[in-house]
């Protein structure tokens, strides 16, 4: 893969964007990603993954501003009705990826780099990083939908008309960010949340991921009434039937 690195230890798989200098994305990485994500969906021996950037400097630069500007330069292509679907395949995929994403920021984090952390099931974050959605200098519009689930309505449109920089702890403050750590924390904390998810059952994890994706828009009652569809639906499995007679036991 030309812009992501991937290593799988005991069941975590982690996913690190890396494209000097600053991470950015461009229309072939969004492919990788979401090819890459999409295919846990197959892998069975993958229970949790780790997103993360290369680096201590920067986790996402936002979209590459030259792959841009080709891309703009190119002749309409008579194929191609929505030139902009490459992004959203990427962010949806991270968004549905079977298993747990636990995203951990380890920098600045702009425009495209906030729609991935906002996709993610669980955002850890250095104490140095920073969020903004800086498009509305370049020229662009960028991920407010996405940053209005970490940080609120308000918020998001604060940072999407102003282009301010927000960091991390006032993230984790506002419940965009569930721990900020000292940088040297960051990746020692996700490893370790991921191996507490690993650890469990993957049926129930598989089947808890999906649960919270499909009742997470719901009103209350038909969100619960879809986590306990995926309840019955986990209670037939022996794996489970074996953990609750385990429990009894303890």
């Not at 929505?82 to 959203?88: F, Y």
Request: net charge negative; charged share 20%; with cysteine.
């Amino acid at each position: 893969m030309s812009g992501l690195r991937v290593t799988e230890v005991d069941g975590i798989a982690e996913v690190t964007i890396d494209r000097p200098p600053v991470n950015a994305l461009s229309r072939e990485t969004y492919r990788e990603i979401a090819e890459l994500f999409d295919s846990f969906r197959t892998r069975t021996d993958v229970s949790v993954v780790i997103l993360t950037g290369a680096g201590d400097r920067v986790f996402c630069g936002g979209r590459d501003l030259r792959d841009l500007q080709a891309e703009r330069s190119e002749p309409p292509s008579p194929v191609v009705a929505d030139p902009m679907h490459l992004g959203r395949e990427a962010y949806f995929a991270v968004r549905r990826c079977a298993v747990p994403v636990v995203c951990a920021v380890n920098g600045a984090t702009v425009g495209a780099g906030v729609a991935l952390a906002a996709v993610s099931d669980i955002v850890l974050a250095a104490d140095h990083a920073t969020f903004a959605l800086t498009e509305i200098d370049v020229g662009v519009l960028g991920a407010a939908s996405f940053a209005q689930w970490m940080v609120g309505p308000g918020k998001a449109r604060r940072m999407f008309y102003t282009g301010e920089r927000v960091t991390a702890a006032e993230m984790h403050r506002l419940g965009g960010v569930e721990e900020c750590v000292p940088a040297e924390e960051l990746m020692p904390a996700a490893r370790a949340l991921a191996r507490t998810i690993a650890s469990k059952n993957p049926v129930a994890i598989r089947l808890a991921k999906a649960s919270v994706l499909a009742s997470d828009s719901l009103p209350l009652e038909e969100a619960y009434r879809t986590e306990q569809h995926f309840t019955q639906h986990l209670m037939g499995h022996a794996s489970s039937a074996a953990a609750i007679a385990g429990f009894g036991r303890t």
